[in-house]
């Protein structure tokens, strides 16, 4: 006999499927990746990211405020650092007046609820487009701790609503945390890039900001000895529950789609918020396959990021956050 369960029955109609769905994406789930660089009037379209762009902190107010008109509630900051200020210990990153000091003020004078989060390495501002001091072809860990906790009670002191490390050092969570509760800002948050990749998928990102690593003698041409091996996925759990363990209030994975599995097991594995990271390369593949005709532009953008949704995110930073939200509403 024909069994009496048909699954079909729950996707006869949109009213049907939308009641039954599983994961949905709403403006709360997005954080918004803004890319800041000196100089006046300036939005300029990033070539390997159609239609993202670096911005000027004139134009910073209104961007921020159309955001949360849209109904976006955070952004995170990243800055484009002059050449004549990167250095090998990042001592511009410690400027009170830095570029990204600034851009936090910005935001929050032009929108003060917005949720202001603030990008902590020192590959900005290295001269070499590292996340660390670099020392005899290595990476310092701990003297780069060390930088990275002053650079946070910076943000932190500029207003700041939480510090997001992606430099994946270790002992970095726990650093910053004493750094900013000896400070007085108990209640900056950390979230952290606690499986954090050493992905392909970060070229146009490195277009944006000029932070590639550089190629010279004797220092590494990549980031592997701190970012992690794209085989490794219990390596993931302990990076993450260390993260946790030294203080981290929100943790994350990056990159995104080809990680699903990791989001899946970290979620699974602690009881604090989960952000992914949908990176550059991963926007750009959709822009360039859609410019050629070859893919639905806006039904795959959703679908990505649906799924990202699905596999355990509680939050997204996608560059596709105001495309999205423009077409949920």
């Known amino acids: 006999m024909f069994p009496y369960r048909r699954n079909r029955r729950l996707r006869a109609s949109e009213s049907l499927r939308s009641l039954t769905r599983e994961a949905s994406l709403s403006p709360d789930d997005f954080i918004v990746p803004l890319f800041i660089a000196e100089g006046k009037g300036l939005r300029e379209e990033i070539p390997s990211m159609p239609g ?4 000027s902190l004139d134009g910073l107010s209104g961007e921020v405020r159309a955001l949360w008109s849209m109904g976006l509630k955070a952004v995170l900051l990243f800055v484009k650092v002059p050449d004549d200020l ?6 511009e990153a410690l400027n009170p007046d830095g570029l990204m000091q600034r851009a936090i003020r910005t935001v929050k004078d032009a929108c003060p609820e917005m949720v202001v989060l603030t990008d902590v390495a020192l590959d900005p501002y290295s001269e070499y487009g590292h996340d660390g001091i670099v020392q005899d072809g290595r990476i310092l860990n701990d003297a780069t701790v060390e930088v990275l906790a ?3 009670v910076s943000h932190a002191a500029a207003g700041a609503d939480l510090v997001a490390p992606s430099d994946m050092m ?14 007085g800002y108990t209640d900056a948050g950390i ?5 954090k990749y050493a992905s392909a998928f970060y070229g146009p990102f490195r277009d944006a900001l000029d932070s590639a690593p550089v190629s010279e003698s004797g220092i590494p041409a990549d980031k592997k000895t701190y970012q992690m091996d794209p085989a490794n996925r219990q390596e993931a759990l302990r990076e993450t529950r260390m993260d946790v363990e030294e203080g981290a209030d929100i943790v994350m994975v990056k990159p995104g789609l080809c990680y699903l599995d990791i989001v899946r097991e970290i979620r699974n594995a602690v009881d604090i918020p989960v952000a992914v990271y949908q990176v550059s390369g991963e926007y750009a593949m959709v822009k360039a396959a859609a410019e050629k005709g070859w893919l639905e532009h806006d039904a795959v953008m959703l679908e990505q990021l ?8 509680d939050l997204i930073a996608s560059y596709f956050a105001r495309e999205a939200v423009a077409l949920l509403r």
């Open 191 to 195: 979230m952290s890039y606690s499986a």
């Open 86 to 91: 990167k250095d090998n210990r990042g001592a």
């Open 170 to 183: 270790d002992g970095r969570v726990r650093s910053i945390r004493e750094a900013l509760d000896g400070s």
């Open 306 to 313: 649906l799924a990202i949704k699905r596999a355990g995110a």
């Open 150 to 152: 002053a650079m946070s």
């Open 52 to 55: 993202y762009f670096r911005i």
